[in-house]
């Protein structure tokens, strides 16, 4: 690239932080070096032209596990684990709104349930007696009763009548958070450089090499927060997880409110601006979907659409408007990587599905290894 003078001078010179993603956790990681480092010189390297991996892609739950996943957690790993699970998401979530204000988030305490389909009655039958157990165990965290007992209210068919409320859980508006904290880091004067796909790195005596499609440069420190994308730059841990969503025209009198976990999670629904937005069946084809690449598959999309009028809408009209993927990052544990990776780099990435909750607190874990 046919760099001025300038634009060396202006951006890439004498760099101290470099972030590789513009995700949920790039972002609150180069927010938190900018808190501790107030003079020094950030910038972020961003592949898509708009931030291009799960953050600006989700469902915006502001979620923190339903009862059969914590159940499901428990059965494979100690209380203690799961309970730092919890809390980390539910402090992750507190702190996304503290920095960013519930209104800029559109954030909307609607309550999350979880829904059962009729073949799934022994799962609620546990859910039901395991619930004031679970009360109990989350007590400490949340002061009141976390899961409650209520009926089909929203007309969903072939289901069990009666869904599992969790009263803590809420939705947020996806877009305005990430315009938040973009907008954030630029009155931070973080610089952020879009349309930058970084190749490699390489680790020198008193910092780091990055070569970009565009240009190379030196940083003295690097942060990689490419969550699913994590592998084409380092050897990790991290799968990458495609999920398909999909979202309605605008329903009339839609009178679905809230957050909804459907057949064990493997399907997620919620309603936004009169719409129905539902997303899932990665369980279909779990192999197709373990790709970097964005795009829809017939099959998953047609299940969507078939659950979407036989169980959620059974009788109501409705139009398909837009389909969209996010890559996720994942693998069998569900603790995210934050680690060093060499001298002057380190990574924050394996976010799982609840980045939405933990995010903030990875991207301010990453950038305390700076330290
Ligand atoms: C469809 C869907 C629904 C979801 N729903 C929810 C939900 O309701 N609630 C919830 O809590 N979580 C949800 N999640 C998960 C959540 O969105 C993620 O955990 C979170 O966004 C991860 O943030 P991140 O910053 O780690 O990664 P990302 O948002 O993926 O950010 C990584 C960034 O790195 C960039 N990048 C990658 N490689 C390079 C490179 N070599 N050079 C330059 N840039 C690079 C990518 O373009 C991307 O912008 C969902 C995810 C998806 C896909």
Redesign the pocket.
Known sequence: MNLSYWEIKQWLDNVDFTI?????????CALSLRKKYPKSKILI????I??????????????FGSISELLHDLKTHSEEVVFNLVKN?WEGLLRLREILGDKALDYKPYGGYEVFLEEDSALYEECKEEREYLNQFLKPLFKKEVFSITENKFGFKRVNQNYILNNFEG?LD?GKMMEALLKKCIVENIRILNA????SFEEMSSGVLIK?THFEMESRKLFI??????S??FNADVKP?????LITKPIKNLHIKG?FHLDKGYY?F?NIDNRILF?GGRNLDKEGETTTSFGETEHIQKTLKALLSSVILPNTPFEIEHK??????VSDIKK?IVDVVSNHVFC????????????SL??QELASLAD
């Open positions: 590789v993603g513009s995700g949920i956790v790039g972002l609150n390297l961003e592949k898509g708009l931030p291009q991996g799960a953050s600006t892609k989700n469902a915006g739950f502001a979620c998401r939705q996806t930058t796909n970084v190749l970009t927060a490419t969550n699913g994308f994590t084409t730059l997880a495609r999920a398909q969503v957050t997620y919620r997303g969209w993927s996010g890559i996720m990052g995210p924050g990435v394996r976010l799982g599905g609840m980045g939405v909750a933990i995010g990875i991207g």
